[in-house]
T-cell receptor, first 113, second 114 residues
Framework: GNSVTQMEGPVTLSEEAFLTINCTYT??????LFWYVQYPGEGLQLLLK?????DKGSNKGFEATYRKETTSFHLEKGSVQVSDSAVYFC????????????FGSGTRLSIRP | DAGVTQSPTHLIKTRGQQVTLRCSPK?????VSWYQQALGQGPQFIFQ???????QRGNFPDRFSGHQFPNYSSELNVNALLLGDSALYLCASSRREGRTDTQYFGPGTRLTVL
């Protein structure tokens, strides 16, 4: 089945720093790829997604590009804010477009003012 | 447009009791999936309902059961609660069309078993 490996945290950065959270995947075919975010005490929110190779998902200043050659979907942001402090999960479908979502272990991000 | 809603927000039970959690999907969605998220971990898939039937199931015991109603809302039932069932239970809804079956999550129900 499909799987995802995510950069371990926690990650602590200063405000306005550049962020990269690494994510690599193993999959049959070319499934959609997702980044979800979980703010303290809340449920999961879909941050961005990409549906095919070379697609770039973007939202709230975050970007991730679907790289087939390196089987990666790294999350980046040019200038982080304190409000970006949260846990970030890389994810993909289990085996088909209608299947369960498989999540990475999550990366906790803390931003210092 | 209301998103996915879940009730209750928090719940405290004791070992051996039974619990029912509820979920209303996003408008226009017909598929509901349930996940368990233990503290500090990623969500783990419990099962998925579509057309009022369980379509997929993760590695969870039969103590975990569910139901989907004609209006697409869903319930998760857990019997004979164990301390290890303490977790955040997340409901996600999606629509079975196209290739991108994106799932949208509710705020979750935090279950504490004492």
């Amino acid at each position: 089945g499909n799987s995802v490996t995510q950069m371990e945290g926690p990650v602590t950065l200063s405000e306005e720093a550049f962020l990269t959270i690494n994510c690599t995947y193993t999959a049959t075919g070319y499934p959609s790829l997702f980044w979800y975010v979980q703010y303290p005490g809340e449920g999961l929110q879909l941050l961005l997604k990409a549906t095919k190779a070379d697609d770039k998902g973007s939202n709230k200043g975050f970007e991730a590009t679907y790289r087939k050659e390196t089987t990666s979907f790294h999350l980046e942001k040019g200038s982080v804010q304190v409000s970006d402090s949260a846990v970030y999960f890389c994810a993909l479908p289990g085996y088909s477009s209608a299947s369960k979502i498989i999540f990475g272990s999550g990366t906790r991000l803390s931003i210092r003012p | 447009d209301a998103g996915v809603t879940q009730s209750p927000t928090h719940l405290i039970k004791t070992r051996g009791q039974q619990v029912t959690l509820r979920c209303s999907p996003k408008s226009g969605h017909d598929t509901v999936s349930w996940y368990q998220q233990a503290l500090g971990q990623g969500p783990q898939f419990i099962f998925q309902y579509y057309e009022e039937e369980e379509r997929q199931r993760g590695n969870f015991p039969d103590r975990f059961s569910g139901h989907q109603f004609p209006n697409y809302s869903s319930e998760l039932n857990v019997n004979a609660l164990l301390l290890g069932d303490s977790a955040l239970y997340l409901c996600a809804s999606s629509r079975r069309e196209g290739r991108t079956d994106t799932q949208y999550f509710g705020p979750g129900t935090r279950l504490t078993v004492l």
